[in-house]
């Protein structure tokens, strides 16, 4: 592999709050052994996902020969240097992303006093870049380079095991429920984006007005629903129906004056119809097919390993970047900041300090407070409170094409994690 990095020992700085890019190193670097300089008070944290880190790399087929955690005193700044100097050698290679403060400074700190005597790297997954240090210390020579596609290939992940790193697990999914219906993903797609452009027609008051209002399906198993309600109230949906019957996604099956009955062309037709936000979930679902390389999942419901019983925590989608997990909520009307703190607060359990979470509200884009709207002041405390948060926004879906939807939400998961590297390249540059 063209720059390809070997190691027979990799030389990690333990980071309590990154879990998923303490497993990383070893899946892009392979090493025959991989030791943690842990510091003291996270030791228990690193015992709590040692566990979760083996079972990655045993699906992955690169489980080391040795995995050492070794506890330090971080307020040794000696002592900690002469661990991390224990651990180097001519095929070690230490990688200084991560860790603790301290942890930097000792790894600095040794590389300086003998330079020619490990190599030293900064893997960044979240810009997925590599910076190989100068061996002589001459800083010219240091070298940053992009991840080889085979590198990036190896650090990507599945939905599933980013949320395994945190011990958890999806019990089900939209997605999922769809597919053992007999339906593909690109079919799934093509007919939520085939009922999204109808709704646009009518817009999207139209569609929250007469979904639960109006339109029935006559159970989960059938393909069969109903809209019902007399010839006056009738006839607010009339041209939603036309619509949908033109674009053969509904077919007329009869009825009476106050319920018509009408056959969804697909189960993915269905879900759309049986309440109003679902549509919205399985079209960003469907954008985030396209930004993703690894698929995206649905309303998923979400617990931990060994927990009893069902789980409370649901997220609209998940979908992942490389080795970034998106959480991305989808609010089609109005809401309140008790939802953000509950949707950060989900976000963090499963996905950590890497993860990456999306608020999708039209609703914040309305303004005026009239027909529904949410008021101006309201908007601007939610905004707020998203920014404090850490959730990005987006706001404009309704008004755009799906290929701008899919920029849009390329964006929102690529501004945390551009931050992020701005930081960690300042703090890299200070300890070298």
């Known amino acids: 592999m063209e720059n390809a990095i070997s190691a027979d020992t990799l030389v990690e700085l333990f980071d309590p709050e990154t879990h998923i890019y303490n497993a990383l190193g070893v899946m892009l670097l392979r090493p025959r052994r991989v030791?943690?300089?842990?510091?003291?008070?996270?030791?228990?944290?690193?015992?709590?996902?040692?566990?979760?880190?083996?079972?990655?790399?045993?699906?992955?087929?690169?489980?080391?020969?040795?995995?050492?955690?070794?506890?330090?005193?971080?307020?040794?700044?000696?002592?900690?240097?002469?661990?991390?100097?224990?651990?180097?050698?001519?095929?070690?290679?230490?990688?200084?992303?991560?860790?603790?403060?301290?942890?930097?400074?000792?790894a600095g700190f040794v590389y300086g006093r003998s330079p020619g005597k490990f190599s030293c790297v900064r893997i960044d997954f979240s810009d997925m870049k590599i910076t190989e240090y100068s061996k002589n210390g001459k800083p010219e020579e240091t070298t940053r380079r992009p991840f080889t596609p085979e590198e990036r290939a190896r650090v990507s992940l599945s939905v599933d095991e980013c949320i395994s790193i945190y011990g958890g697990v999806i019990y089900s999914s939209t997605i999922s429920e769809l597919t053992a219906r007999g339906m593909t993903k690109k079919e799934i797609a093509n007919d939520a984006s085939a009922v999204w452009r109808a709704m646009l027609r009518r817009s999207r008051k139209t569609w929250n007005s007469v979904i639960p209002d109006r339109i029935h399906c006559k159970s989960e198993s059938s393909l069969d629903i109903y809209v019902n309600g007399n010839e006056y109230r009738l006839r607010a949906v009339s041209n939603l129906i036309e619509d949908l019957v033109s674009a053969r996604l509904l077919t007329p099956r009869g009825g009476d004056p106050s319920r018509r009955w009408f056959r969804c062309r697909s189960y993915a037709v269905l879900f759309c119809m049986r309440k109003a936000g679902e549509l919205l979930e399985?079209?960003?679902?469907?954008?985030?097919?396209?930004?993703?390389?690894?698929?995206?999942?649905?309303?998923?419901?979400?617990?931990?390993?060994?927990?009893?019983?069902?789980?409370?925590?649901?997220?609209?989608?998940?979908?992942?970047?490389?080795?970034?997990?998106v959480f991305v909520s989808c609010k089609n009307g109005k809401f309140g900041s008790e939802e953000l703190y509950k949707f950060a607060a989900v976000t963090r359990q499963f996905g950590g300090s890497e993860r990456v979470a999306v608020l999708v509200a039209p609703a914040l884009g309305d303004g005026g407070g009239a027909d529904g709207c949410m008021l101006p002041q309201k908007i601007k405390a939610l905004r707020e409170r998203a920014e404090l948060y850490g959730i990005n926004l987006i706001t404009d879906v309704y008004g755009i094409t799906a290929s701008e939807a899919a920029s849009e939400l390329a964006r929102a998961t690529g501004s945390k994690n551009k931050k992020a590297c701005e930081r960690k390249s300042d703090a890299s540059d200070d300890k070298t």
């Open 35 to 106: 030791v943690f300089i842990v510091p003291e008070h996270t030791f228990a944290v690193s015992c709590k996902y040692r566990d979760a880190y083996r079972r990655l790399w045993r699906s992955r087929g690169v489980v080391p020969e040795e995995t050492v955690f070794v506890p330090t005193d971080t307020s040794d700044m000696m002592a900690l240097a002469d661990i991390i100097d224990e651990f180097s050698g001519e095929s070690s290679v230490l990688d200084i992303e991560g860790g603790t403060p301290e942890l930097y400074i000792a």
């Open 282 to 325: 399985l079209y960003i679902n469907s954008v985030a097919d396209t930004v993703s390389g690894n698929g995206a999942i649905c309303g998923v419901s979400l617990g931990f390993e060994g927990e009893e019983g069902g789980s409370d925590n649901e997220i609209d989608c998940i979908f992942t970047r490389g080795p970034v997990p």
